[in-house]
């Protein structure tokens, strides 16, 4: 797949660059340097590039939204068109300190970007684990028993194409349902970032949901 | 310990019969009928008996709050004084269709209880898992890898007395840190409810948080 990563901070700098590894042309940008989109493209390998959010979206089959919310009107601004495109958003919809969520309840982040951007395809997934443990899921992935990772979204073909990616940096995709499900996860991702931040066991943590055999 | 059941439904029948089984005293109270409660108390073995919620709560260490959200204030008044006693609640602060939260977002319905009742030691916990999975959890609890139940509070020795009865009936205690973490851990309980009862898979299903070793 052609992605374009749209914020390549710590979540967008390393899901393009596994997203690189195995395959995928990749176009990093929204960075707070060109030095850093540079790098990260360098590093991820030859399927990859740094870009103008504009160059990012211009051929993508999916772009990976990973700004702070604050920035996304922004970002969506330089991008352009995305009509009939996919958008995975790990955006979560969080104030300036970072401190609670300005969107939550009867709306979702995912909802609220999937009516900025109307004619996209908009998948929430990747939000609900911490950038800290994606390199070691990802080096892990041969394993018989993997990480999950919810994702939810109204459109079937653009979360098949979103499951397809999870199950490419090392996790088993979760179809959680419809976009405002979204309500539920992005609280949820809260509830992780207490486990990883807050605790004394570190960030890099994931989880798995596990259904009895009957 | 002397425990308390205070809604003896689904979950509340399950995990009453679950702490007499590795012998805390239960009293089951606050069903449909008084039948039920002397069923489960029969079913549940020696150290289980039927009552009122009064009854349920007087010699209690700790109660299991565990009714509809919208007989909370009506089971309180019937139990009479909690002071000074554990509250392990499982009510999730659902409306009367059970179809959303009407406590949420910068208030949870855990932090809503324990406005309720200012002297006793409230700990959000067991409502993050569909009843259906408790029974085969319990079964499976000698097993290495047990799944994660997330439990909150503010008042240390609760928190621990509530983690020793997770413990106790299969599950591994993850400490999610003060009580308005339930903020986050009631949106989960969603989450869970959305792949249990809407999926695919049926409702026994439970999680576990994964730390990466370094």
């Not at 990093?28 to 399927?47: H, V």
């Not at 309840?105 to 609220?112: F, L, N, P, V």
């Not at 098949?160 to 609280?187: C, N």
Request: proline content about 4%; hydrophobic content about 45%.
């Amino acid at each position: 797949m052609r992605i374009g990563i749209l914020g390549s901070g710590r979540m967008g700098g390393k899901l393009g660059t596994l997203f690189a590894r195995v395959g995928h042309d990749v176009v990093f940008s929204y960075a707070r340097s060109e030095q850093k989109l540079k790098r990260l493209a360098r590093n991820a390998g030859k399927t990859a590039r740094a870009g103008t959010p504009r160059e990012a979206a211009r051929d993508a089959d999916a772009v990976l939204l990973a700004v702070h919310w604050s920035r996304v009107e922004d970002v969506l601004k330089q991008a352009g068109d995305l009509s009939g495109k996919i958008i995975a958003t790990c955006s979560l919809p969080m104030n300036a300190d970072d401190t609670e969520l300005v969107v939550a309840h009867d709306i979702s982040g995912a909802e609220a970007l999937a009516k900025m951007a109307r004619r996209a395809k908009v998948v929430a997934a990747f939000g609900t684990v911490p950038s800290e443990v994606l390199f070691s899921v990802f080096e892990a992935k041969r394993r018989a028993t993997r990480p999950s990772l919810v994702y939810c979204g109204d459109d079937r073909d653009a979360k098949d194409a979103v499951a397809g990616l999870i199950r490419d940096v090392g996790f088993d995709p979760v179809d959680a349902g419809p976009l405002r499900i979204a309500r539920h996860t992005e609280p949820f991702t809260l509830l992780i970032a207490q486990l990883a931040y807050e605790g004394d066991r570190g960030p890099e943590l994931a989880y798995r949901f596990e259904w009895r055999a009957r």
